[in-house]
């Protein structure tokens, strides 16, 4: 086995921020409030031959409605996790409103001062997969009962339940179990609630269906590539969505202070140029700087290879917990990670991995 692989494994927790711990700047995406709170929040459908009809008319490339859409499955899913807070921010779905959100800030919605969404953005366009197939697995599964609705549709987006199961069933299969397991009244209880739980029970399927989204977006809109504005922006988006597999297999908790350290300590505030060097751009903080390098050194022949082992150093829950650490303290002592990353493999083989 070459070194290669595993050092820029490691050198890939540079770019995840510790994820332990609150942060007191609890910011929720831009117009947060303003998106709708529930399907009736959403505007009549127009033109009907049946006065009576209450239809809802809900057009995901537009930022308020998709926003939307995250709202009312953090409004109705948190009440089901054990963990939540009253206050929403616990809820392990806030990483996905809060991304879109950075994307809408950045531009990468190719929005250019307005609430729409450019049908040519490739990150609205992998996003889609992230915000409009959980939100209708959501229904599906009994989680968001509420007013009739329908989905504006363009291009080839799927836009109903049954398209969406028959372009991408495996992410539409893995979301809606997800959501049916949340609705189960006494689902994975024990005479406690700790940590291994919630991995187990809602980290993982989580993970799953996110990935999957991940995973059967990116050949459906690889047309859309070629119009980020550079190479750099390419590459990196790219890159982002690959690193979502290590973060995702190392089952970390993306509620709303985990992410926004994420975001704010390595996400780039503005889309890249091709006259972008990191860690040379000066506009950019020094973390930005270094998380652009190294995600942009990562050979696309490394991602196999660099998967499969991150897969045996993160096969149980035991293993998972020092390939976290690995990820929170590569940044400040390769050596030390390097000694998380040696314990993460050897309790891969003392526990026995999981079956799923």
């Known amino acids: 086995m070459t070194t290669t692989p595993v ?67 953090i409004i109705t899913t948190t009440p089901l996790m054990p963990f939540c807070s009253s206050s929403n921010v616990s809820n ?15 531009n990468r919605l190719f929005s250019n001062g307005s609430r729409k969404i450019s049908t040519d953005s ?33 291009e080839n987006f799927c836009s109903s339940s049954s398209e969406c199961f028959r372009e991408i069933p495996e992410a539409m299969t893995l979301w809606r179990t997800f959501f049916t397991n949340l609705r189960q009244a006494n689902y994975c ?45 390419q590459r990196f988006g790219v890159g982002w969505a690959h690193l979502v597999d290590f973060i995702g297999m190392a089952r970390e908790n993306t509620n709303l202070s985990n992410v926004l350290k994420y975001q704010d300590a390595f996400f780039p505030y503005r889309l890249l140029r091709n006259d972008d060097h990191p ?34 150093a993160t096969c149980n829950y035991e293993s998972r917990q020092d390939a976290q650490r690995v990820l929170q303290i590569a940044a400040i002592s390769k050596t030390t990670a390097l000694k998380y990353y040696s314990e993460a493999v050897l309790k891969s083989y003392l526990h026995e991995c999981d079956q799923n």
């Open 7 to 73: 050092l820029i494994l490691l050198a890939l927790a540079l770019i995840i921020p510790s994820l332990n711990g609150s942060n007191p700047n609890e910011r929720l995406p831009t117009f947060w409030d303003e998106a709708p709170s529930s399907i009736s929040g959403y505007p009549l459908a127009s033109n009907r031959s049946v006065k009576q009809d209450l239809t809802r008319l809900i057009d995901p490339w537009l930022y308020i409605d998709r926003l939307g859409l995250y709202k009312i499955l």
């Open 92 to 106: 392990i779905l806030f990483g996905l409103p809060s991304q879109f959100g950075w994307q809408f800030d950045s």
């Open 122 to 154: 490739w990150w609205g366009a992998a996003n889609y997969y992230l915000s409009v197939i959980p939100f209708l697995a959501a229904v599906d599964a009994g989680v968001i009962q509420q007013d009739s609705f329908e989905l504006v549709q363009r």
């Open 189 to 233: 209880q024990s005479n406690s609630f700790d940590n291994r739980i919630m991995d187990r029970c809602y980290l993982a399927p989580m993970w799953s269906a996110h990935r999957a989204s991940i995973r059967y977006a990116l050949p459906m809109i690889a047309s859309k590539i070629p119009l980020l504005p550079s190479v750099t922006e």
């Open 279 to 312: 860690p040379h751009c000066p506009d950019f903080s020094r973390t930005v700087n270094q998380g652009l390098e190294l995600l942009l050194s990562i050979k696309p022949e490394w991602n196999q290879e660099m998967l499969r082992l991150w897969q045996r």
